[in-house]
């Protein structure tokens, strides 16, 4: 057994459950039956038809424009796609985008047609059986809904007409295997309040099956590593989309988020377990088998967007298992699905402390040790930009802000936001990643054919300090609006908080918001799509992703991307939008080369995926701006 931190992995390891019993089948070559297409959330699909040979030749086939902005993934079963707008639930012909049946949900009273809805992130499809009709499982708040997949019309047997309350809501997709549905819990970021918890329900039914404690209470394992602030605790919930199934061991591994407040732990002292971990429990009973944190105590809204795509990879000559994990830390670990060691090898290390009165800062934080973070993970005054790099606007308005904040502290990895007492001067830190991190929901795809890992990483910051907050004083929004000198964090996570970044022309209006795009002032690229070799654990290389259209020609390619990921084919063929530019993009697996570009009517901040239609013709497709958008190969 390889060597760990009692820290990473639980010391109480589980034997893989047997495989279960009428399993489900393999998931058919020409569909995409999950958000990430298979249980093993791999985005890969094993259609060639659409290769590196021909992809210069793709061409839009269709386009579905659905009245609502949202990142959701389609789901494709057998040339049916199934995706949610809004209110609605919609399945379409994906050979052309027809209607094929609309579910649409009431809208309460006074909200004018905004706010509520069904998720926007897609559906979770149950196949059934031969007794059993297929089924479409929905979340709208708080409530689950079941559709018959042929009809759209409600499961009678399923709760209360085809809804079931399931107490705290969930903004995700229900992770549907055999009989079991997981979701999340949509539990924002407060720090006293409802249970961040997973749960699982009856596909059939709607009877709840179990729950998963994310903050043990006392008494339990793990309890002590709270101290006293597993008490009412609200966040450190599973806010990622969709769980990963190993559907031969019968095993979930959830993603759970890191703690609430933010930026502020001392109410919570101690390594905060099951914090900002990947959890595997068992598929059917919710029973604890291993966890590994990849985050100590998180200070930075690290978070756990997903668990990371379950595929076999072969190290030192042996053939295993494995979740590749990395999220907005920008670090990669390689899991070994059966117990949860890194099968390459991780360091605890020493990390920076604060100063802040009350705070506890965990002494070391788990690290890679043969890959290095795919994001900027530190900066000094040497890093920012210069005229010859953006613009001389922007470059002296990065420079003029630097200066406004008093030099920006950095130490490297988990820097702690700095203290700044009452009356005392102005002087932020700077977190890389920070704000949305490196690696953010849209998470990475593997090949299971290579054991090759696509991820979008960007270069992100956060600058601040922590502060008390004085008394009477209004709650922050991440889209407040002021000017540099005031950015601030706070202890009880009020406050705005603002990224290293300036305008392209230098310019503010009187309220000190940008005039014009803003773009980061360290070096870039600010964005890349990369690919790691999780086999040996090295990059394997990397590209910017995405332009700066503002910039002057032979600056623009910084890499300018969101949160969105990549989907690997066997056609050799990495394809993803994601990018702030409304394109796009398809890249050559191995070289990184890229092969096709097209140009979308708006961003496309979803997932990309691939199926083929009733008619034998693979598709791709992704939803950009409101639009569903197809493209296949001339006739």
Same mark, same amino acid.
């Given at each position: ?14 034997? =893989? ?56 993934? !389609? ?14 639930? &919609? ?35 149950? !196949?059934?059986?031969?007794?059993? @009709?297929?089924? &479409? ?36 997709? @229900? ?25 699982? /329900?009856?596909?059939?039914?709607? =009877? ?22 597993? *008490? ?14 190993? =559907? ?16 502020? #732990? ?52 042996? *053939? ?5 994990? &990395?999220? *907005?830390?920008?670090?990669? /670990? ?28 965990? !002494? ?101 300090? &922590?502060? *008390? ?32 970044? =300036? !305008? ?15 773009? @980061? ?36 390619? $910084? ?12 056609? #050799? ?12 993009? +398809? ?10 570009? +097209? $140009? ?36």
């Amino acid at each position: 057994m390889r060597a760990v931190s009692s820290l990473g992995v639980a010391a109480i390891l589980a034997l =893989a459950a047997p495989a279960l019993a009428d399993s489900q089948p393999e998931i058919p070559a020409g569909d995409w039956r999950t958000i990430n297409r298979d249980y093993a959330a791999t985005r890969y699909s094993p259609l060639d038809e659409i290769n590196k040979g021909n992809v210069a030749e793709l061409r839009e086939a269709w386009s579905y424009p659905f009245r609502s902005f949202n990142s959701a993934v !389609p789901v494709v079963v057998d040339g049916t796609m199934f995706i949610t707008a809004g209110f609605r639930v &919609v399945a379409l012909d994906a050979d052309t985008g027809t209607e094929i049946w609309v579910h649409e949900e009431p809208r309460p009273e006074g909200e004018g047609g905004f706010g509520g809805g069904v998720s926007g992130r897609g559906v979770g499809y149950w !196949p059934g059986d031969s007794a059993t @009709p297929a089924r &479409v499982l929905v979340m709208a708040g708080k409530k689950m809904i079941a559709l018959d997949a042929a009809s759209g019309a409600l499961v009678e047997g399923f709760g209360e007409g085809g809804y079931i309350d399931v107490g705290v809501g969930y903004g995700g997709t @229900p992770t549907i295997y055999k009989d079991v549905a997981i979701i999340g819990a949509a539990t924002l970021e407060s720090p006293q309040g409802d249970p961040g918890n997973p749960r699982a /329900f009856n596909v059939r039914t709607g =009877a709840k099956l179990w729950e998963f404690d994310t903050t043990p209470d006392a008494g339990k394992p793990f309890s002590e590593t709270w101290g006293d602030g597993w *008490k009412g605790r609200g966040g450190t919930n599973m806010w990622g989309f969709m769980a990963t199934i190993d =559907a031969e061991a019968g095993v979930a591994y959830l993603p759970i988020a890191g703690p609430a407040h933010n930026y502020y #732990g001392g109410d919570r002292p101690g390594a905060n377990v099951f914090g900002n971990s990947v959890v595997a429990v068992d598929l059917e009973t919710g029973t604890y088998k291993w966890h590994f944190q990849t985050v100590h105590h998180d200070l930075w809204d690290i978070d756990m967007s997903h668990a990371g795509p379950l595929f076999p990879v072969t190290v030192d000559g042996k *053939k295993e298992m494995v979740l590749a994990n &990395v999220g *907005k830390s920008s670090n990669f /670990f390689v899991l070994d699905a059966q117990d949860g060691h890194p099968v390459h090898p991780v360091e605890e290390r020493p990390v920076p402390a604060g100063e802040v009165p009350g705070e506890y800062y965990h !002494p070391t934080q788990p690290f890679p040790v043969k890959t290095p973070p795919l994001s900027r993970v530190r900066m000094d005054y040497q890093d920012i930009v210069t005229a010859q790099d953006t613009t001389p606007e922007h470059a002296a308005a990065c420079r003029k802000m630097w200066d406004a904040a008093g030099g920006y502290i950095n130490w490297g990895p988990f820097t702690p936001f700095n203290y700044r007492a009452e009356g005392s001067p102005v002087r932020s830190t700077i977190q890389l990643p920070g704000g949305i991190g490196g690696v953010n929901w849209g998470g990475p795809a593997a090949d299971p054919e290579t054991g090759i890992v696509y991820v979008n990483a960007l270069d992100t910051s956060l600058v601040g300090w &922590v502060e *008390k907050v004085p008394e009477g004083s209004k709650p922050y929004s991440f889209d407040a609006a002021v000017a540099p000198e005031y950015d601030r964090a706070s202890v009880d996570g009020k406050g705005p908080f603002f990224s290293f970044s =300036a !305008p392209v022309n230098g310019e503010y209006d009187e309220q000190g918001r940008p005039v014009g795009a803003s773009i @980061p002032c360290y070096k870039g690229p600010w964005a890349r799509l990369t690919a790691v070799d999780a086999n040996t654990g090295e990059i394997k290389w990397a590209v910017p992703l995405g332009l700066y259209e503002e910039l002057p020609e032979g600056r623009q390619l $910084q890499g300018n991307a969101g949160s969105a990921g990549p989907s690997v084919t066997a056609g #050799g063929l990495v394809f993803i939008g994601a990018t702030n530019d409304r394109r796009f993009r +398809a890249f050559d697996a191995e070289t990184g080369t890229q092969l096709w570009e +097209a $140009q979308l009517r708006g961003n496309a901040n979803a997932n990309p995926m691939t199926y083929r239609g009733r008619g034998g013709k693979q598709f791709v497709a992704i939803n950009a701006g409101g639009t569903i958008v197809a493209y296949s190969l001339p006739n």
